[in-house]
């Protein structure tokens, strides 16, 4: 937010595929006429409906319509926004933001769905509306509070963290290859491997101090 508040991650209200709702089962008045629609959003990732690529191809929002007055005709497959030139309004005194998701360029039809921070968990729509080619969704849960997913830089503390965590892994394996076992009136015991630490002691002091090696031939 421009005031400093945080960051609101709309991709966490989504499911593993990003989908918010899908296939939701809507009544709304249009009109003075009662429709049942079908509504599926996802707010961040574009998707396609395999039975309208015409119509719901890469959209952000896929309304099903079919007539109450006459249930046996054919679905409606409408698409109501992309993700392409979105619109964010955010109010700091409200906190709300609002996202309006146009169809494509000439087109009426457009999705605006309104984020409230809120500790509970729920979707509505507006049950009457004038405009069909609009939809007004109102989404509350505590996922687009903002703050609640800070960015978060690498600091000298998490660096050391994992340098430590690092050097415990190699001890660790170099102990286990410098273990041997060997029998004894007691049993089996595991005696370490002084070999491999004097060779690890070697060559680092080879490396700070070196010598040259001089050879003569008769």
Known sequence: MKDGSGVIDLAALGDSEGFLIRE????????????????????????????????????????VTRDQLSPRQSLLFTSYGQHEGNEFVYSNESRILSVTYQAVPGSHFRSTVHFNCSTTTSITFPSSTEHP?????????PYVCPGRFPTQDVGPGTIIL?????????????????????????????????????????????????????????
Not at 133 to 141: A, G, Q, T, Y
């Open 162 to 218: 994992i340098m430590f965590a690092v050097s415990a892994v190699l001890y660790f394996i170099f102990g286990t290859c410098s273990l041997r076992s060997t029998e004894t009136y007691e049993g089996v015991q595991i005696i370490p491997e002084p070999q491999l630490w004097c060779w690890i002691c070697y060559q680092l002091r080879r490396r700070k101090d070196p010598r040259k090696t001089y050879s003569s031939t008769l």
């Open 133 to 141: 080619d609009r939809l007004e969704m109102i989404v509350h849960s």
């Open 24 to 63: 939701l089962k809507v009544q709304r008045d249009v009109g003075r006429i009662m429709m049942k629609q079908w509504v599926t959003f996802s707010p961040c990732l574009p998707f396609s409906e395999p039975a309208a690529l015409v119509n719901c191809s890469h959209v952000a929002v896929c309304v």
